[in-house]
Each structure stands twice: as structure tokens, then as C-alpha cells.
């Protein structure tokens, strides 16, 4: 029967002194929480999927190169990404400065580490790019979308009459 079909599709969550709370109760209430989750698992599965296919690249890349995959990696980021210069490490720091009253000598050595990750981050996203471009990688995975009710959303300012 119908009623059997949405009691097991929203099933019993909690009874006490003749109340029944369901999972659409608690799903509501916690509806923020969930939604920051699924989010999170989100972004959990983008990450790894595009992680799986730059590995996967490399490794066709460094075979075809009849190298290994870190000697393939080391050539095509490590290798091509320019040192941080003191006069950069020092813009940057002038850019940035820390809380307190930190010398530019005392954290140019984290800052200058710091410059050099970003600039490694940024030439794998280039050699990532090239790459999907290079192999006709198709993502096919949906992105999360979110369900938006526009009669019982929060506002802010004065209630408008219609």
C-alpha cells in the first residue's frame, strides 16, 4: 500500500510518550549539517577523481617516456618551476606581513618554503590541465546539487507584503 511505501521510504526514527519522530524530522532540523556533509563528500570524491586521473596521466606519460613516474614528475614540474628569490620572498613578506612584530629574516625561510609550494601547486594544475587536454579526459561525474525551497527560505529586511 502507499502508506507502507513512505513509512519504510521515511522510516521511524524515535517514539517516546506517544511522539514519533521520523527520519524527515531529523533530516530537517539537521538539514545545515547535512548539507556542509554532502558538501564534504563532494568535494572528497572531485579531489580523488582528479587525483586518480593525474596519477593515471603520469604514469602513461612516464612509461611513454621510458622513465619512472617521479623522475617523469620531477622534470615536468620540479624542474621548470623557477627558486624564489629573496627580492619575491621579501615583496611577498611586505604583501603579507605576520602578526606581531616578526623580522623578515626570522620567517624568510617559511616564507620562501612557502612561495615554493604554491608555485609547485600551480605547475601541476598546468601540467594537470595539459595533460586532460593531451588524453580527451570527459569528467562525467554530476556535480551536488541542492534542493532550494523559495516559499520557506530565510530573508533579510523587512517582510514584503503581496
Aim: charged share 40%.
Amino acid at each position: 500500500s502507499v502508506a507502507v511505501a513512505v513509512a519504510e521510504a521515511d522510516p521511524v526514527a524515535a517514539r517516546y510518550q506517544g511522539k514519533t519522530l521520523r527520519l524527515s524530522d531529523v533530516d530537517r532540523e539537521a538539514r545545515t549539517s547535512i548539507i556542509k556533509a554532502q558538501v564534504s563528500i563532494d568535494q572528497a570524491r572531485r579531489d580523488t577523481l582528479d587525483s586518480m586521473i593525474f596519477d593515471d596521466l603520469v604514469e602513461r606519460e612516464a612509461r611513454d617516456a621510458g622513465v619512472d613516474s617521479e623522475v617523469w614528475l620531477e622534470r615536468e614540474v620540479d624542474d621548470k618551476i623557477a627558486p624564489v628569490t629573496d627580492a619575491e620572498a621579501r615583496a611577498f613578506f611586505a604583501e603579507n606581513p605576520p602578526r606581531g612584530d616578526a623580522s623578515f629574516s626570522t620567517v624568510k625561510d617559511r616564507v620562501v618554503s612557502y612561495m615554493g609550494r604554491q608555485r609547485v601547486e600551480e605547475r601541476r594544475k598546468e601540467v594537470a590541465e595539459t595533460l586532460r587536454a593531451r588524453h580527451g579526459v570527459v569528467v562525467t561525474l554530476e556535480p551536488m546539487r541542492i534542493d532550494v525551497s523559495p516559499d520557506d527560505d530565510p530573508y533579510k529586511g523587512p517582510r514584503r507584503r503581496r
